[in-house]
């Protein structure tokens, strides 16, 4: 895995700050393998684990989250009491209306949206 310590360090450098992040790039660059790193970045600077909920909607398995009401659900049942919850959502733009889900988790307290 090629590691990309200056799109790394960009992002740690936005971590925890009140603003969506959102990671660009051309298909197959690197964007997903990207936010794999940072949530090991995370995990080895004292995030746990139940902290990080990461969606990939590539992956069958979360098909039945293709629905915004059903994806938003599922994210807030995952907030984490007391602590920042970490949400990567890699290929949101396969939700239709997701929007309203990135709108709605923004306003909340101790989330931080990639």
């Keep these: ?28 660059c690197g964007k997903s393998t990207l936010l794999m790193q940072f949530q090991q970045w995370l995990k080895e600077n004292r ?26 659900q599922y994210l807030k049942e995952r907030l984490v009491s007391g602590k920042i919850t970490y949400i990567f959502l890699d290929e949101i733009q396969k939700v239709p ?3 309203k889900v990135v709108d709605s988790l923004y306003v909340k307290p101790n989330v931080d949206l990639y």
């Design 47 to 72: 995030v746990t684990q139940e902290q990080i909920v990461s969606v990939n909607f590539e992956e069958l398995e979360y098909e039945d989250l293709l629905d915004y009401k059903k994806l938003h």
């Design 97 to 99: 209306s997701f929007e």
């Design 1 to 28: 895995m090629v590691q990309r310590k200056e799109y790394l360090d960009q992002l740690i450098s936005w971590k925890d700050e009140q603003v969506i992040k959102v990671v660009t790039g051309i298909r197959r």
